[in-house]
Structures are given as structure tokens and as C-alpha cells.
């Protein structure tokens, strides 16, 4: 029997406080002459790097440390030469991991800024305090599983909701997309706990899919022809049951939609090209959903892609050059778009990963789990060519080492950089801490790192 993943690569989840045995808050119908975005459309797009990105060999001090970076690092240090230059207001010059070269013309135009040494944290922390555990840490650091949850939910304590759901909870309070019941955010890389709110849950697009809409829906062919029309006739079916027309009725708004998204792209292609690889096709399918905004009647979108094979406790070197040489294109591909599409100062692009990974390698060329790491921000709102936040002391057991291995206790919470992005995004501040409860341990003052316009 065929799943309902393999029915449908698009699903949209918009039950809002469902209560079984009662009522379902059914999903209207998207109105295809929904009001105009206008210049109030904004998107946020997360690229979660899956496996704990090495960000010691992403974002590279050239003008000052790198011979303390070359020492310490020995068989995975990235020659001086080969890294793409990345310089500051302040003088200070930084270098790009070679793989990412791509981007630096980014850098350049100031559509992409670093924000450096982002991590979980319960509070502001320092070596003493985390040596003699005097200032409370999150949960189970450097577990996969949990710190990945804890960057998508921003609860360094734990969590079932993510901020970008909690956001999304809030901006249904505002009423922002209304009337279109389309969800705010969207997946296509599975299930994304970071968009999961407690009265909204995102739409998921099937990872990897080229199409969007049904497995082998095909008008051209008899037989897909008839089966499509046996499906709708099940789903308009009264079968008595709440549950089940809930179930149909989002069912039918999947399809509805999905003919909706390929109608439009394919009447009005990109002419930008997208790499083939898997987060290409994942920025490809995002670039097509911002593309029908208007035609969706949404005003704000956040979006969820993805990219794992980061951790590299061995051949590093290797691994992490094929990676970006993935991702690198994919990222350029994707800010061409939206300047093809007119939005590229509407659409903000970002990076989370779950860790980065130990100063010190470890054994067969790799590296260990860590704590603090530096993340991409890419967009023509984005106040780029700089770095915000405070790069670490590269000295093993320094200031900003946990302990002997360069384990960067963070200077900047995931807090304060989500906060930077829902500030651009449109949260108030009073607003700010219904999306993230831990910010208020942290002075006012910093919540916004500055990056965004």
C-alpha cells in the first residue's frame, strides 16, 4: 500500500488547536487572488548544517592568529594562500574556507555578514564560571541529538516548540497572512522542529523532490489521469467521520496548492540554475514557493533546508571541502534568484549547526564535538562585508576554552542571533521573549547582535 509520504510531496499542516471529537480547524481554501505582498514580504530561510559544522575552518583569522590557527590545527590547517579574504571596517581580515570562494563576492557587496562564536547558552558564561559550575549550562552538551534540538528550539534546557514555530504563533496572533491559511513555515528537509509551534505547524515538501505534488501525478498519462481522479473522488468522499474529512480536507489543500506552485513556475521559469545536489534542489523548491507569495497571500514565510555529513571526526579535510563545495553554490544560486525574483533585500538566509568542533584535531585528521561556532547570514538586508559578536582567543585552555582542546564557550547565544532575525523579521521587542523565554537572561542591550538593517 502507498504511503501517505509517497501520495504527496507537499503537505500542508495548518490544524490549529485540534480537539478530537469536536472540531478541527479546517484549512481554507488559498485564494489565488489573495491581496498583494507588497513591500511588506519578508522571508527567513534556515540551512541547518547537520553533524556539527567545523567552524575553526570555515571562518579563518588572516591578520592576526593565524599562526597561532596553523600550530594548533597542524594536519587540518588550511594553507593562508588558498583562503578567500574576507576583510572588516575594522581592519581586521578573516579568510573563507576555499570551497566557499563562491560567496565571497557576497562579502563583498555587503549582502553577507559572519556572526561569530553562536551557541547554546542558558547565560552569559565564562571559563571560571564553567570550570568551578558556578553558571548553569545547557543540557547534554555536545550530544547530536540534543543540541541540534536545542538550536532549533532556542530552550537550552529543553523544549517542545521551535522559535521559528513560536514566531510563527505570533504572527498568527497578529493576523499578518490573513486571509490566506497557508502556513508560515515550510520544510523541505522533513521534519523541522525548529518551525513547530503550539498553535502552528509548518507545511513539509518531500526532501530532494524535483516536483512538487503528487508521486507520478502525470496529465499526459491514462492511467495517472485515472488514478488522480480516483484519489480526489476518496477525498471529497463524506465518510462521517471528523478525523478523517480533517485529514482530507488538508489532503485536497496539499494538491490544490502544489497546482497552484507548478502552474505559476513553470508558466514564469527561473532563469537561474540551481545545482543538482540535494541542498540545490532544496533552495530550488523554496526559491519556486517565494516565487508564488503573492498567489499564496503570505507576507511573511520562514523556510527549513538542510545539509548533514558534518561530523568529521576523521579525513576532514576532504569531507568538509566536498560539503561546501555543495553548499557554496547552492547559497549563490539561491541570492541570484531572489534578485531575479525582486526580493533578494526581502529574504534573509542563515546557518545553524547543532556544535562546531574541538580547536585541537583529534586523531585520523579530524576533529571532536565543541561548543561555540561561526555562522553565515546572506541577504541584501543583511549588513554585510563585517563580522559581528566576538571572535575567540585561538589559545588552547585561554579565556574562551571550556577546557584543553579549543572548546569555545559561545559569546553569542542562539538567543541573541534569532532575536537579531525576528527583529528584522517584524517581532517587537516587548515580543521578543514569547519567542525566546532565555533571552531574558541576557543584558537588553545585546539582544540585537546588529547584523540586519
Given amino acids: ?57 570555515t571562518v579563518i583569522p588572516v591578520s592576526s592568529q593565524y599562526s597561532q590557527y596553523a600550530t594548533t590545527r597542524g594536519p587540518i590547517a588550511i594553507p593562508q594562500a588558498q583562503l578567500a579574504q574576507l576583510p572588516t571596517p575594522s581592519g581586521a581580515v578573516y579568510g573563507l574556507h576555499p ?28 571559563r571560571a564560571q564553567y570550570l568551578a559550575g558556578q553558571s548553569q549550562v545547557p543540557s547534554n552538551l555536545f550530544s547530536h541529538s540534543d543540541q541540534t534540538s536545542e538550536w532549533q528550539t532556542a530552550m537550552p534546557l529543553g523544549g517542545n516548540t521551535g522559535w521559528g514555530g513560536r514566531l510563527a504563533d505570533k504572527f498568527l496572533l497578529y493576523g499578518t497572512n490573513q486571509p490566506s491559511s497557508f502556513p508560515l513555515g515550510t520544510s523541505v528537509n522533513g521534519g523541522a522542529l525548529l518551525l513547530n509551534g503550539t498553535n502552528t505547524q509548518p507545511a513539509t515538501i518531500q526532501p530532494g523532490s524535483q516536483g512538487i505534488g503528487l508521486e507520478g501525478s502525470n496529465p499526459d498519462n491514462a492511467a495517472a489521469v485515472a488514478r488522480d481522479k480516483a484519489l480526489q473522488e ?65 507576507r511573511r514565510q520562514f523556510f527549513f533546508a538542510g545539509l548533514g555529513g558534518f561530523d568529521t571526526h576523521s579525513n576532514q579535510l576532504g569531507d568538509q571541502q566536498n560539503l561546501f563545495a555543495q553548499l557554496a553554490p547552492a547559497l549563490a544560486a539561491f541570492q541570484n534568484a531572489m534578485a531575479e525574483l525582486g526580493v533578494s533585500d526581502k529574504v534573509t538566509l542563515f546557518t545553524e549547526s547543532e556544535f562546531s568542533r574541538t580547536f585541537q584535531p583529534s586523531a585520523g585528521a579530524g576533529s571532536d564535538h565543541a561548543w561555540g561556532g561561526h555562522h553565515l547570514v546572506l541577504g541584501a538586508a543583511v ?32 538567543d541573541q542571533y534569532g532575536a537579531s532575525l525576528a527583529t528584522w523579521f517584524g517581532v517587537a521587542q516587548n515580543d521578543l521573549t514569547a519567542v ?18
Fill in 99 to 126: 570551497a566557499l570562494a563562491g560567496l565571497q563576492p557576497f562579502w563583498t557587496s555587503k549582502q553577507l555578514a559572519v556572526v561569530a562564536n553562536v551557541g547554546t547558552l542558558v547565560r552569559p558564561t565564562t
Fill in 383 to 414: 549588513k554585510g562585508g563585517n563580522l559581528y559578536g566576538r571572535y575567540p582567543t585561538l589559545a588552547l585552555q585561554g579565556p574562551d576554552d571550556s577546557g584543553n582542546r579549543g572548546n569555545w564557550i559561545p559569546t553569542t547565544a542562539i
Fill in 1 to 57: 500500500m502507498n504511503t501517505r509520504r509517497n501520495f504527496l510531496k507537499v503537505g500542508c499542516c495548518a490544524l490549529a488547536k485540534a480537539t478530537i471529537g469536536s472540531q478541527f480547524a479546517q484549512m481554507a481554501a488559498v485564494n489565488a487572488l489573495a491581496q498583494s505582498t507588497g513591500a511588506d514580504y519578508k522571508a527567513l530561510v534556515c540551512v541547518f548544517l547537520f553533524g556539527g559544522n567545523d567552524a575553526n575552518n
Fill in 436 to 453: 525566546f523565554p532565555n533571552i531574558v537572561n541576557f543584558d537588553i542591550n545585546t539582544w540585537n547582535v546588529g547584523f540586519m538593517s
Fill in 234 to 298: 476518496i477525498l471529497t468522499m463524506d465518510a462521517g467521520y471528523a478525523l478523517v474529512q480533517a485529514a482530507s480536507a488538508n489532503t485536497q489543500e496539499g494538491i490544490r496548492v502544489a497546482t497552484l506552485v507548478n502552474q505559476v513556475t513553470q508558466s514564469n521559469p527561473l532563469t537561474t540554475q540551481f545545482p543538482t545536489s540535494g541542498i540545490g534542489t532544496q533552495l530550488s523548491q523554496i526559491a519556486r514557493l517565494i516565487q508564488v507569495r503573492t498567489q499564496l497571500g503570505m
